[in-house]
């Protein structure tokens, strides 16, 4: 989200006010799955049958007893709740606008869909990624400069293909779990092997969208920077290829998945504020 308010200040647009507001309402969206996800898993008995570890297994909250089941239900239709009723002002403050009006409406889709039916045909990954990638840098754009752009959508695809990673990651230690529930996301279909020899692919595509809009001259050459976070990427690929059914030792490959989202989604707010400097969008 911050690089698409980069994006827009490089064009001359900023307002504090939206872009706190936007800001606010991301960071909702965001926890609102987590805690709902935590919620649907134990209901499921997901959690009770996995190896926690830092990133995947789930928070553990609900299995040792820290908040009940209704709690943790109700933090997360809060944040949820909190989350749509910012989208919802921006609705109504663009005089319901279609473009915000179907953000807002796929946001609170790829939230409450995730546990009980994305996850369980295979596109979870695919709805995360788009929520959390180009379409949440589309709006915050949207919002700042109240019109449409391919821009964000091409910077943003590398960031939701970097989330989707993140989940894609994670699912390794949690597979057979996931198999037992239903959860039927691609390491199930895929399988451990397939699924991490895929992962390359996957990476190397969130480096390639960016280049491709540098050559065609439609996003900021200074865009480029973004593969400085491609060495890694391909550690983290390698980590994830050599360790797919090893819980303990896959730990390192999803903290690796998790930094080199955060390295690219800095480099890329990074080459639009430089690009604002210097007047070159």
């Known amino acids: 989200m911050p690089a698409g308010l980069a994006i827009a200040w490089s064009q001359g647009h900023f307002d504090p006010y939206t872009a706190l507001l936007t800001l606010v309402g991301a960071v909702c969206l965001h926890a609102s799955v987590n805690v709902l996800n935590d919620f649907f898993d134990f209901r499921s008995g997901i959690d009770l049958a996995t190896t926690p570890t830092p990133f995947s297994g789930g928070s553990t909250i609900l299995p040792k007893g820290l908040m009940s089941p209704r709690e943790v239900l109700f933090l997360g239709s809060i944040l949820l709740a ?3 009723g910012i989208g919802s002002y921006f609705v ?12 807002v409406v796929f946001a609170a889709f790829s939230v409450v869909s995730y546990s009980p039916l994305t996850s369980k045909h295979g596109i979870g990954e695919l709805v995360t990624g788009l929520a959390f990638g180009p379409l949440l840098l589309l709006g915050t754009y949207y919002i700042q400069v109240h019109q449409l752009s391919v821009v964000p959508i091409i910077i ?3 960031l939701g293909i970097m989330t989707a990673g993140i989940l894609y990651v994670n699912e390794f230690p949690d597979t057979d779990a996931d198999r037992a529930a239903g959860r039927n996301h691609l390491v199930v279909r895929w399988g451990k092997a397939k699924a991490a020899s895929r992962l390359k692919l996957t990476l190397f595509s969130a480096y390639a969208i960016p280049v491709a809009g540098v050559l065609a001259g439609v996003v900021s ?4 920077i973004v593969l400085a976070s491609a060495p890694k990427a ?15 030792e896959l730990i390192p490959g999803m903290a690796s998945m998790v930094m080199t989202t955060l390295m690219t989604g800095i480099l890329l707010f990074i080459a639009y504020l430089v690009a ?3 007047g070159l969008v």
Do not use: H, M, Q
């Not at 390698?238 to 303990?248: G, L, P, W």
């Open 276 to 278: 604002g400097l210097v």
């Open 156 to 158: 943003g695809l590398p």
């Open 221 to 224: 050459p200074f865009a480029l």
């Open 234 to 248: 391909i550690s983290t690929s390698r980590i994830v290829s050599k360790n797919c059914d090893k819980v303990a």
């Open 82 to 84: 909190a989350a749509l």
């Open 92 to 103: 109504y403050d663009f005089s319901f606008n279609p473009v915000l009006v179907a953000l």
